[in-house]
Antibody, heavy 121, light 108 residues
Framework: EVHLVESGGVVVEPGGSLRLSCAAS????????MHWVRQTPGKGLEWVSL????????FYADSVKGRFTISRDNRKNSLYLQMNSLRTEDTALYYC??????????????WGQGTLVTASS | DIQMTQSPSSVSASVGDRVTITCRAS??????LAWYQQKPGKAPILLIY???NLQGGVPSRFSGSGSGTEFILTINSLQPEDFATYYC??????????FGGGTRVEIK
């Protein structure tokens, strides 16, 4: 059974930095593209970033480009999101999610429980 | 950028009803569309991918149809566990995944 567990969400001041982690198990981690998606009550679901199986390709939503960095460690079955220059509008529940297909299909078939990031002074 | 518009934003229905939810794309996305179900306090669950393909483990009362710019999620014989919020997501405008605004299915 696929299991994704996010961690690292805390309250941080605007302008601060934070690193989220996602521990994966139950599947061959390095076969799959992985994603970060966030959710706020007011704006629904927003895709944040993706990374391909070996980390050689990364993509970002315009809203986080230049501030967030996605990475992975296939030896540790872990996904990361480094968040810099945080803004109040980055406040959200952050999910890591697994792409459905080996390679990339851009459908998300497994999600973690989420970790809450609050950017507030 | 492609915009995804869901309608209605909420619907009230009874157990046993048939419910349809529409998702419209601002430009054609072929069949690059998924549907998710989300219950309060839980992560989304993939129901349908590639517009009409049922994800493994999802009950057959859920079905998806459409292509191009208009897509429909149908729930036949609504069950108590189906009361939730449903989201569409387009996967055509690589690499950005765009979600619709959601449709809440409520108990009448």
């Amino acid at each position: 059974e696929v299991h994704l567990v996010e961690s690292g969400g805390v309250v941080v001041e605007p302008g601060g930095s934070l690193r989220l982690s996602c521990a994966a198990s139950g599947f061959t981690f390095d076969d799959y593209t992985m994603h970060w998606v966030r959710q706020t009550p007011g704006k629904g679901l927003e895709w944040v970033s993706l990374i391909n199986w070996d980390g050689s390709s990364t993509f970002y939503a315009d809203s986080v480009k230049g501030r967030f960095t996605i990475s992975r460690d296939n030896r540790k079955n872990s996904l990361y999101l480094q968040m810099n220059s945080l803004r109040t509008e980055d406040t959200a529940l952050y999910y890591c999610a697994k792409d459905r297909g080996a390679g990339s299909q851009y459908y998300l078939d497994s999600w973690g429980q989420g970790t809450l990031v609050t950017a507030s002074s | 950028d492609i915009q995804m518009t869901q309608s209605p934003s909420s619907v009230s229905a009874s157990v046993g009803d048939r419910v349809t939810i529409t998702c419209r794309a601002s430009q054609g996305i072929s069949s690059w569309l998924a549907w998710y179900q989300q219950k309060p306090g839980k992560a989304p669950i993939l129901l349908i991918y590639a517009a009409s393909n049922l994800q493994g483990g999802v009950p057959s009362r859920f079905s998806g149809s459409g292509s191009g710019t208009e897509f429909i999620l149908t729930i036949n014989s609504l069950q108590p566990e189906d009361f939730a919020t449903y989201y569409c997501q387009q996967a055509n405008s690589f690499p950005a995944l765009i979600f619709g605004g959601g449709t809440r299915v409520e108990i009448k």
